[in-house]
Nanobody, 114 residues
Framework: QVQPVESGGGLVQPGGSLTLSCAAS???????MGWYRQALGKQRELVAI???????TYASSVKDRFTISRDNAKNTVSLRMSSLKPEDTAVYYCNVRARLRQYWGQGTQVTVSA
């Protein structure tokens, strides 16, 4: 089964930075790519998405702190996270939409703590 693969999670101090990456090998006709997150006891929520043309949308809670980018030739998407806060702690999931289907990665843990 084809599945995007995330990398780059970990532990970071408040105010720090971290970059997540996702590779969507074997998925064709990709439209949007993006990141969602799920904190313990909460519902999964949108963080940021980017279209094949480069248009991006951010959750209000991360706008001006996070930057999403993608490489269409390599089928990869990245999320640069800066000025991290404890409330950004969550499992981050890569989401890829292609040909009326969507694919989820297995998730990568991001913990923001002193």
């Amino acid at each position: 089964q084809v599945q995007p693969v995330e990398s780059g999670g970990g532990l970071v101090q408040p105010g720090g930075s971290l970059t997540l990456s996702c590779a969507a090998s074997g998925i064709f006709g990709i439209d949007t790519m993006g990141w969602y997150r799920q904190a313990l006891g909460k519902q999964r929520e949108l963080v940021a998405i980017i279209s094949s043309g480069g248009s991006s949308t951010y959750a209000s809670s991360v706008k001006d702190r996070f930057t999403i980018s993608r490489d269409n030739a390599k089928n990869t998407v990245s999320l640069r996270m800066s000025s991290l806060k404890p409330e950004d702690t969550a499992v981050y999931y890569c989401n890829v939409r292609a040909r009326l289907r969507q694919y989820w990665g297995q998730g990568t843990q991001v913990t923001v703590s002193a």
